[in-house]
Nanobody, 122 residues
Framework: QVQVVESGGGLVQAGGSLRLSCATSGRTFIGYAMGWFRQAPGKERMFVAAISWSGGTTYYADSVKGRFTISRDNAKNTVYLQMNSLKPEDTAVYYC???????????????WGQGTQVTVSS
């Protein structure tokens, strides 16, 4: 059974930091890029960041560039999203997903986690 499980969400004040983790199991994700997306209430699911299988290439939405950092540890089957200088507009459910396609498009992702809530208070 394929599992993609996010953790690390919570409540933080504006300007604070959180680190999200995404653990995968149940199959091999060799060759898969991993991405983070977020969805605020009443809004579409949006791309946040992605990382290639090797970790050598990363992608970021303009809204998080310079504040968020994506990384991965393939030996641990885990992807991370370090979020600094958080803003109230970062409040959303954050999802982790895996793809062998172009990593920025939501529709290209095959495996999704259940999400973790991030709430940033002003």
């Amino acid at each position: 059974q394929v599992q993609v499980v996010e953790s690390g969400g919570g409540l933080v004040q504006a300007g604070g930091s959180l680190r999200l983790s995404c653990a995968t199991s149940g199959r091999t994700f060799i060759g898969y890029a991993m991405g983070w997306f977020r969805q605020a209430p009443g809004k579409e699911r949006m791309f946040v960041a992605a990382i290639s299988w090797s970790g050598g290439t990363t992608y970021y939405a303009d809204s998080v560039k310079g504040r968020f950092t994506i990384s991965r540890d393939n030996a641990k089957n885990t992807v991370y999203l370090q979020m600094n200088s958080l803003k109230p507009e970062d409040t959303a459910v954050y999802y982790c997903a895996a793809t062998k396609g172009a990593p920025i498009r939501v529709g290209n992702y095959d495996y999704w986690g259940q999400g973790t809530q991030v709430t940033v208070s002003s």
